[in-house]
């Protein structure tokens, strides 16, 4: 599984033979990279309140792309034997052989590089940390180890995920404040049923290439116990982000009504006459979820200054 808020699981299979562009394109998984530009932007608006420094912005975005397309590279170097064991992923370009090993690792670490530079010309020491914090744990302890030697790999690989709005908000703010580690539990619990229901519909996937991801380590129905839980707790930190005057009221109402669709969708698995549907259903709601919020961080935040609601009620 791949860790980033928006993770969409795309079908890698191709219709026609791409071309060499396309295979270089494809190892850095663009539908990961096009969801973390959305939560980089509900990140960094979120802070900035109203105010807009474009060439901030700029560096932030791009220069957090970059280092997302480097370690998604970097993924398809290791993940290459596994990979080959999965229909979803058994026509990747390393599988396939269309580009070598070495190629990628070049074409890897020139995107760090840019995506890096770019941070650190642009951005602060902080956000520069932390997107470096997030490439490390992606591409070091997710996908080295915890992916394929324990089922928490996927709690690790949510740290990974959530850096995306963290350092949209610390490019902003230069500081790792509450509103930055609120982002932070949001999006590293969003990943939790967003990955769990991937790995029910994936299992047999997960399977064949003995990856021990939670359903199938201890089963679906401990999955859904999880699912249900930890979409719970997804749904009381997404509103403290209002409750603490970090986002406004529409904010607040957006997030109130997906998440407890969301947890209604999670209650549905006890009663599911087909876990493959329902855990797409809980998959794709997911998404939209996470988008919505994260362009209500972006619309909300230069609307009006806001208030702590806490002390309204």
Same mark, same amino acid.
């Given at each position: 599984?791949?860790?980033?808020?928006?993770?969409?699981?795309y079908d890698d299979r191709l219709v026609a033979t791409p071309s060499r562009f396309q295979d270089f394109i494809t190892l850095t998984k663009p539908g990961i990279i096009g969801g973390n530009v959305i939560s980089v932007m509900g990140g960094f608006f979120l802070a900035a309140q109203g105010t807009f420094d474009g060439w901030l912005f700029v560096a932030a975005l791009?220069?957090?792309?970059?280092?997302?397309?480097?370690?998604?590279?970097?993924?398809?170097?290791?993940?290459?034997?596994?990979?080959?064991?999965?229909?979803?992923?058994?026509?990747?370009?390393?599988?396939?052989?269309?580009?070598?090993?070495?190629?990628?690792?070049?074409?890897?670490?020139?995107?760090?590089?840019?995506?890096?530079?770019?941070?650190?010309?642009?951005?602060? +020491?902080?956000?520069? @940390?932390?997107?470096? *914090?997030?490439? !490390?744990?992606?591409? $070091?302890? #997710?996908? =080295? /180890?915890?992916?394929?030697?324990?089922?928490?790999?996927?709690?690790?690989?949510?740290?990974?995920?959530?850096?995306?709005?963290?350092?949209?908000?610390?490019?902003?703010?230069?500081?790792?404040?509450?509103?930055?580690?609120?982002?932070?539990?949001?999006?590293?619990?969003?990943?939790?049923?967003?990955?769990?229901?991937?790995?029910?519909?994936?299992?047999?996937?997960?399977?064949?290439?003995?990856?021990?991801?939670?359903?199938?380590?201890?089963?679906?129905?401990?999955?859904?116990?999880?699912?249900?839980?930890?979409?719970?707790?997804?749904?009381?930190?997404?509103?403290?982000?209002?409750? +603490?005057?970090?986002? @406004?009221?529409?904010? *607040?109402?957006? !997030?109130?009504?997906? $998440?407890? #669709?969301? =947890? /209604?969708?999670?209650?549905?698995?006890?009663?599911?006459?087909?876990?493959?549907?329902?855990?797409?259903?809980?998959?794709?709601?997911?998404?939209?979820?996470?988008?919505?919020?994260?362009?209500?961080?972006?619309?909300?935040?230069?609307?009006?200054?806001?208030?702590?609601?806490?002390?309204?009620?």
């Amino acid at each position: 599984m791949d860790h980033a808020p928006l993770a969409t699981q795309y079908d890698d299979r191709l219709v026609a033979t791409p071309s060499r562009f396309q295979d270089f394109i494809t190892l850095t998984k663009p539908g990961i990279i096009g969801g973390n530009v959305i939560s980089v932007m509900g990140g960094f608006f979120l802070a900035a309140q109203g105010t807009f420094d474009g060439w901030l912005f700029v560096a932030a975005l791009l220069g957090l792309a970059l280092v997302i397309a480097s370690g998604c590279a970097f993924n398809n170097v290791i993940d290459r034997d596994i990979d080959a064991l999965m229909s979803r992923t058994r026509n990747r370009p390393l599988v396939q052989g269309r580009i070598t090993p070495a190629a990628t690792l070049v074409f890897a670490t020139l995107l760090g590089a840019g995506g890096f530079g770019l941070l650190a010309l642009g951005t602060n +020491a902080l956000t520069v @940390g932390l997107a470096a *914090f997030g490439f !490390a744990i992606y591409v $070091g302890a #997710y996908s =080295l /180890y915890m992916k394929r030697n324990s089922e928490f790999g996927t709690l690790v690989g949510s740290l990974s995920g959530a850096m995306p709005p963290v350092v949209g908000y610390c490019a902003v703010t230069g500081q790792f404040d509450t509103g930055a580690l609120t982002l932070l539990v949001i999006f590293c619990l969003w990943q939790m049923p967003h990955s769990y229901a991937i790995a029910i519909f994936r299992r047999e996937d997960y399977r064949a290439a003995s990856i021990p991801v939670l359903p199938v380590v201890r089963g679906i129905e401990t999955a859904k116990h999880y699912i249900l839980g930890y979409i719970l707790a997804f749904v009381v930190a997404t509103l403290t982000l209002s409750l +603490a005057g970090y986002a @406004g009221a529409g904010y *607040f109402a957006v !997030a109130l009504v997906m $998440g407890v #669709y969301w =947890l /209604y969708l999670g209650l549905e698995g006890y009663r599911a006459r087909d876990d493959v549907k329902w855990a797409k259903q809980v998959f794709g709601f997911s998404i939209l979820t996470i988008t919505a919020l994260s362009v209500m961080m972006s619309v909300d935040s230069s609307l009006a200054p806001n208030v702590a609601l806490w002390t309204s009620l």
